[in-house]
């Protein structure tokens, strides 16, 4: 069988091929058995504040009856939980999970239509906000099923003085909480008190039981629930646990979190797999102040950090980073965008530790390969398949390719998602009838399992490692009554890896760039947001009028000058 499994010749040594899918019941069991294990350790650190497993526990078993008790939501039902990486995050997922709800994790930097869809499309029954996005929240909650806001400010849960000093900050100084009105909002301190009066309740899971609803594009621009199972989510946790298990000592991890939870690469990698180690993990609420984030990092003695390209990259060019005590770092792990050599070569140089490249999507929970952790420099490669993980490459007809060709990547596995939340339709695009995933990724794999990403999916713009399809961008510009026609795509970026570059053709003589951003800014997150504007006559199109996107992406020209 191993020639079909090339890759499992090279697995370093104690990976097995396998992981025993029965070790745990659903992601609660997981939960529980680490607040027993490592009750007295810490868990989430953040803003100079640690609380320890036991403080977690009690905190999200009182969240937990809050939400069965006081608001009698039930199993099955769906949560929003809209924040940055603060120490809520993790009490009210957990809690969450604990009362058998389906989390939906919300960006906290959504404007109002992206928000009201993914309420809209999920039925969310609850949300959790940080306050300085409640005004986004009020904006479209009437015309959603959500029926239970939960507010929290940033320093709630820091405590007396400290806590008080950073709201205070936060609202008035750094003027970061726009005025907002929900009366029927409880403040998440509050949900505590009054969830302590509850039992937890006793909710029997499976690993057929939904865990989390992801939103994705995947390869089209609607955003999408995956609908990831506890299965999923325990084989992903099992399988990314085993391949970094001989490195990690229990309740000894200090891992940097500076990706947004709600991003399914932190969820798992960070959140999930270091609280079965029972690992500390360092909360980054703003990665974007670099200077800020490497004096989190002096304090944090840390021993794991998970990014993407531009993070590290931000890192290595930061004043105090080279500096720092990497003694204790044995695992800098990159996904969600391509590691550059030059990024890799130079984090090795200053830190001593190999940056090993993953690839995963949210569709897979999301590890897919991982490269071996004992990998002497950087590859060029996504890594191996992970345990309990088969990957293809299929060609167009879909046929399996033979080692090296070229065509598209495919995964089949525990982790793979049970499809597209009530989109059969979009479901049956992408999962064949014997649960293979069509990635939309164009690869090769080499005689040994290694696995190269050779082209992207086709038109996805990747800004920071986040999706951008340019479908809902150009839905959006099409929407300004001065547009006739226009074409998003992703221009190479020094920073963020990719931007993206619209081509404009207007319909109003008179339209200006900056109107045009301007009502971008309102319809669009930030990395959705066009960073360069080019005004054309005509676009290329095909002999039945579709824009031709790649004839657009491969033209040489000078990009306009970026603003």
């Not at 949210?362 to 420099?377: F, G, R, S, Y």
């Not at 695009?429 to 990403?453: E, Q």
């Not at 190479?492 to 339209?511: C, Q």
Request: charged letters at 20%; a negative charge.
């Amino acid at each position: 069988m191993s020639n079909e499994r090339p890759w499992l010749d090279h697995y370093p040594d104690g990976v097995p091929a396998q992981i025993d899918m029965d070790a745990y019941a659903s992601v609660v069991a997981v939960l529980e058995e680490a607040f027993g294990r490592f009750k007295d350790r810490p868990a989430f650190a953040s803003f100079g504040k640690k609380l320890s497993y036991g403080e977690i526990d009690a905190m999200s078993a009182h969240f937990a009856g809050y939400l069965t008790g006081e608001l009698k939501l039930a199993k099955g039902d769906r949560i929003a939980i809209m924040m940055p990486n603060v120490l809520q995050y993790p009490i009210a997922l957990f809690g969450a999970l604990r009362a058998g709800l389906v989390v939906v994790n919300t960006n906290p930097l959504y404007t109002a239509r992206e928000l009201k869809h993914q309420l809209e499309d999920s039925g969310a029954k609850a949300i959790v906000v940080l306050d300085n996005f409640a005004a986004t929240v009020q904006q479209v909650v009437a015309d959603t099923h959500v029926q239970h806001i939960v507010t929290t400010g940033v320093g709630d849960l820091l405590g007396g003085l400290k806590g008080m000093l950073v709201n205070t900050i936060t609202k008035h100084v750094k003027k970061m909480v726009p005025e907002f009105h929900l009366p029927q909002a409880v403040r998440f301190a509050d949900a505590l008190d009054r969830g302590a009066h509850h039992p937890l309740p006793k909710v029997v899971l499976t690993h057929q039981d939904l865990a989390f609803l992801q939103y994705t594009g995947g390869t089209t621009g609607v955003a999408k629930g995956a609908m990831l199972s506890h299965g999923n989510m325990i084989a992903n946790m099992l399988q990314a646990g085993v391949w970094i298990g001989r490195n990690t000592k229990l309740g000894e991890e200090v891992i940097i979190t500076a990706l947004p939870l709600y991003h399914i690469f932190s969820l798992t990698a960070n959140c999930l797999v270091f609280t079965r180690l029972g690992g500390l993990s360092w909360l980054i609420t703003n990665p974007r102040d670099m200077p800020g984030f490497v004096k989190e990092l002096a304090k944090s003695n840390f021993t794991a950090i998970t990014g993407v390209n531009t993070l590290f990259n931000g890192l290595l060019n930061t004043p105090g980073f080279a500096e720092l005590d990497f003694s204790r770092l044995h695992l800098s792990l990159g996904g969600g965008m391509a590691v550059q050599r030059a990024v890799a070569d130079r984090w090795k140089k200053i830190t001593g530790c190999t940056l090993a490249e993953a690839y995963g999507l949210t569709e897979t929970a999301p590890a897919v390969c991982i490269n071996p952790l004992d990998l002497k420099e950087y590859n060029g490669s996504i890594g191996l398949p992970i345990p309990s993980t088969d990957v293809a490459i299929w060609s167009e007809d879909n046929q399996p390719l033979p080692l090296g060709e070229v065509g598209e990547l495919m995964v089949h596995g525990p982790q793979v998602m049970q499809g597209y939340w009530q989109r059969p339709d979009e479901t049956a695009k992408v999962l064949t009838a014997d649960g293979w995933l069509h990635t939309g990724d164009i690869a090769r794999m080499d005689a040994s399992g290694y696995v190269y990403i050779v082209d992207r999916k086709k038109d996805m713009i990747l800004v920071s490692g986040f999706n951008v399809y340019p479908n809902e961008v150009e839905d959006i510009v099409m929407q300004h009554p001065g547009v006739s026609e226009v074409a998003a795509v992703g221009v190479p970026d020094e920073h963020s890896g990719e931007v993206v570059k619209i081509f404009v053709v207007r319909k109003d003589p008179n339209l200006g760039e900056e109107e045009l951003r301007e009502f971008c800014r309102e319809n669009l997150t930030g990395y959705k947001r066009p960073k360069l504007i080019e005004f054309r006559t005509d676009l290329p199109k095909t002999n039945v009028g579709k824009i031709l996107r790649r004839e657009l992406r491969d033209e040489k020209k000078v990009p306009a000058a970026a603003h």
